[in-house]
């Protein structure tokens, strides 16, 4: 056998037909179909058959492929050629994405717009010097508008700057453009102390131009940095913003000032869509009988509504007031109204103090009283309103009598006992005669105002007729403080009032 050279050996008088001894079974294959080998550890095995004159064993042959010094044999596609596979490179770290890039990347944007800004300058000009704005000045203001915005958007050179920004980049640029194209940016001096006192970034000016425009001051800027910092309402696009702005104001009907609250008490109402959540909650509502003025309050009381489903979360939990207190669309309609934040709260959270009440002898129909007079028993701690029970036992009332002052006025569950309840019932009972059986009879003595018109009115009585009244008449504690001075009193307003502020003096010092 002539002596091997080359990556290639080709069998002389080779038949398809023949058993081929091969170490690998690929290698066999590509022999009998091209008639060549090209596996370097069965040549090597064909050149010391040649010099001894025998066959390798075949266990040698299978072997070879697993030797540790020996590479695993080419695929296929590199049977004749084998080529170093060059190491691909690592990508390079890209720089991140800054306010100082971006506006470097939008600098022909600038320059496009610097038309707008002296056409602008002129425009106004002309008008300081005349002292009124005309029509013609108007029209030419507004043709320098629309001629500038076209070339900007027009210019090779902003359209092949806006190739290289990546999508949120663009849109970022897009925002700053047309802000200050539509309404102008936010004053040099306040936007740089809202970078400096409130952390804001430079992409986030045309944000803040609208936020501004509402009324926000810097601790408004600051809570919302520090809210929503990661995707907040300031990372919103700018016709999201104004959209859901004009939205609040036509539709809602609040004006500036309440929307500016409205956004700092819940930024998270910007991140809803429209058609999907807001308009549909707001038929929701309308449908119940609630008016437009009243909508209005529900929204600002409870905004948290809108991240509530309509049909699995808000429809359910009136149903089950309808259906466990028997309330009317009209009560349940005054108690969204007088308790907008009822909608946020949980069935298991009410019935807890459905079965509080009922437990404590109140029937299902003076619960439902309850709650349209006052429906905020649907909230009061469990633990607060056994303390106020219990107080009213240890006064004297029994069960009977404690359930219907609760029915009666369900504002003690809502007093102080320390405070408010313990000084006006032993002031009751020293000063004015009073018993148990007077605020059974009276239950609405514990919602007055002890130094306001309890102790001016009774000491104006007892002065006025030189005598002490046992037991002083609790109607004489409900009317106005005109109708008291001049029917029960017999005196002038302006002097029971001055008779009034010095004992409020007196009890102060």
Same mark, same amino acid.
């Given at each position: 056998? %002539?002596?091997?050279?080359?990556?290639?050996?080709?069998?002389?008088?080779?038949?398809?037909? !023949?058993?081929?001894?091969?170490?690998?079974?690929?290698?066999?294959?590509?022999?009998?179909?091209?008639?060549?080998?090209?596996?370097?550890?069965?040549?090597?095995?064909?050149?010391?058959?040649?010099?001894?004159?025998?066959?390798?064993?075949?266990?040698?042959?299978?072997?070879?492929?697993?030797?540790?010094?020996?590479?695993?044999?080419?695929?296929?596609?590199?049977?004749?050629?084998?080529?170093?596979?060059?190491?691909?490179?690592?990508? !390079?770290?890209?720089?991140?994405?800054?306010?100082?890039?971006?506006?470097?990347?939008?600098?022909?944007?600038?320059?496009? #717009?610097?038309?707008?800004?002296?056409?602008?300058?002129?425009?106004?000009?002309?008008?300081?010097?005349?002292?009124?704005?005309?029509?013609?000045?108007?029209?030419?203001?507004?043709?320098?508008?629309?001629?500038?915005?076209?070339?900007?958007?027009?210019?090779?050179?902003?359209?092949?700057?806006?190739?290289?920004?990546?999508?949120?980049?663009?849109? *970022?640029?897009?925002?700053?453009?047309?802000?200050?194209?539509?309404?102008?940016?936010?004053?040099?001096?306040?936007?740089?102390?809202?970078?400096?006192?409130?952390?804001?970034?430079?992409? &986030?000016?045309?944000?803040?131009?609208?936020?501004?425009?509402?009324?926000?001051?810097?601790?408004?800027?600051?809570?919302?940095?520090?809210?929503?910092?990661?995707?907040?309402?300031?990372?919103?696009?700018?016709?999201?913003?104004?959209?859901?702005?004009?939205?609040?104001?036509?539709?809602?009907?609040?004006?500036? &000032?309440?929307?500016?609250?409205?956004?700092?008490?819940?930024?998270?109402?910007?991140?809803?869509?429209?058609? #999907?959540?807001?308009?549909?909650?707001?038929?929701?509502?309308?449908?119940?009988?609630?008016?437009?003025?009243?909508?209005?309050?529900? *929204?600002?009381?409870?905004?948290?509504?809108?991240?509530?489903?309509?049909?699995?979360?808000?429809?359910?939990?009136?149903?089950?007031?309808?259906?466990?207190?028997? *309330?009317? %669309?009209?009560?349940?309609?005054?108690?969204?109204?007088?308790?907008?934040?009822?909608?946020?709260?949980?069935?298991?959270?009410?019935?807890?103090?459905?079965?509080?009440?009922?437990?404590?002898?109140?029937?299902?129909?003076?619960?439902?009283?309850?709650?349209?007079?006052?429906?905020?028993?649907?909230?009061?701690?469990?633990?607060?309103?056994?303390?106020?029970?219990?107080?009213?036992?240890?006064?004297?009332?029994?069960?009977?009598?404690?359930?219907?002052?609760? #029915?009666?006025?369900?504002?003690?569950?809502?007093?102080?006992?320390?405070?408010?309840?313990?000084?006006?019932?032993?002031?009751?009972?020293?000063?004015?005669?009073?018993?148990?059986?007077? *605020?059974?009879?009276?239950?609405?003595?514990?919602?007055?105002?002890?130094?306001?018109?309890?102790?001016?009115?009774?000491?104006?009585?007892?002065?006025?007729?030189?005598?002490?009244?046992?037991?002083?008449?609790?109607?004489?504690?409900?009317? #106005?403080?005109?109708?008291?001075?001049?029917?029960?009193?017999?005196?002038?307003? %302006?002097?029971?009032?001055?008779?009034?502020?010095?004992?409020?003096?007196?009890?102060?010092?």
């Amino acid at each position: 056998m %002539p002596e091997l050279t080359g990556r290639q050996v080709r069998l002389q008088s080779f038949k398809p037909q !023949e058993r081929v001894q091969t170490c690998c079974r690929c290698c066999r294959r590509s022999a009998v179909k091209r008639k060549r080998i090209t596996c370097a550890a069965y040549r090597s095995d064909l050149e010391q058959k040649d010099e001894q004159g025998k066959a390798p064993a075949r266990s040698r042959l299978l072997s070879a492929r697993t030797r540790p010094q020996q590479q695993a044999p080419p695929s296929r596609s590199r049977l004749f050629r084998r080529t170093e596979t060059p190491p691909v490179p690592e990508p !390079e770290e890209k720089a991140p994405r800054t306010a100082g890039r971006l506006l470097q990347r939008s600098q022909p944007i600038q320059t496009a #717009s610097n038309g707008l800004t002296r056409a602008t300058d002129t425009v106004r000009r002309a008008q300081q010097d005349k002292g009124v704005a005309t029509k013609e000045a108007k029209q030419t203001n507004a043709k320098h508008k629309q001629s500038d915005r076209r070339n900007v958007f027009n210019n090779p050179r902003f359209s092949q700057e806006a190739g290289k920004l990546s999508q949120k980049d663009w849109q *970022v640029t897009t925002d700053w453009l047309v802000t200050n194209m539509e309404e102008g940016l936010l004053d040099d001096r306040i936007w740089r102390e809202l970078v400096a006192d409130c952390g804001l970034n430079p992409c &986030e000016r045309p944000q803040a131009t609208l936020f501004h425009q509402l009324g926000m001051t810097k601790a408004d800027f600051t809570k919302l940095v520090t809210s929503r910092r990661s995707n907040g309402l300031l990372q919103l696009r700018v016709p999201t913003i104004k959209n859901k702005l004009h939205f609040f104001r036509d539709e809602i009907g609040l004006s500036n &000032e309440e929307v500016r609250k409205l956004l700092v008490k819940c930024p998270r109402i910007l991140e809803h869509k429209l058609e #999907s959540n807001m308009r549909p909650h707001l038929g929701f509502l309308r449908s119940h009988g609630i008016s437009k003025e009243d909508i209005s309050k529900v *929204v600002q009381s409870a905004p948290q509504m809108f991240q509530l489903s309509t049909e699995n979360t808000l429809q359910p939990r009136l149903l089950f007031l309808k259906d466990q207190l028997g *309330v009317s %669309p009209e009560a349940l309609a005054k108690i969204l109204v007088k308790l907008p934040n009822v909608l946020t709260y949980t069935t298991q959270f009410m019935q807890e103090r459905i079965d509080f009440l009922t437990a404590n002898g109140m029937p299902l129909e003076d619960i439902a009283k309850a709650a349209v007079a006052h429906p905020q028993v649907l909230h009061y701690s469990v633990d607060r309103m056994q303390e106020k029970l219990q107080y009213l036992r240890e006064i004297g009332m029994g069960q009977q009598q404690v359930a219907q002052s609760i #029915s009666r006025l369900p504002q003690l569950l809502s007093l102080d006992i320390r405070h408010n309840m313990r000084p006006k019932y032993n002031y009751l009972q020293s000063q004015m005669g009073g018993s148990v059986q007077t *605020v059974c009879a009276y239950p609405a003595y514990f919602s007055l105002s002890l130094l306001q018109r309890i102790v001016p009115r009774h000491r104006y009585v007892q002065m006025v007729r030189a005598e002490p009244v046992h037991p002083f008449p609790m109607n004489y504690l409900k009317m #106005s403080d005109s109708k008291f001075a001049s029917h029960v009193a017999y005196t002038s307003l %302006p002097r029971f009032e001055s008779f009034k502020a010095d004992i409020l003096t007196g009890f102060r010092s």
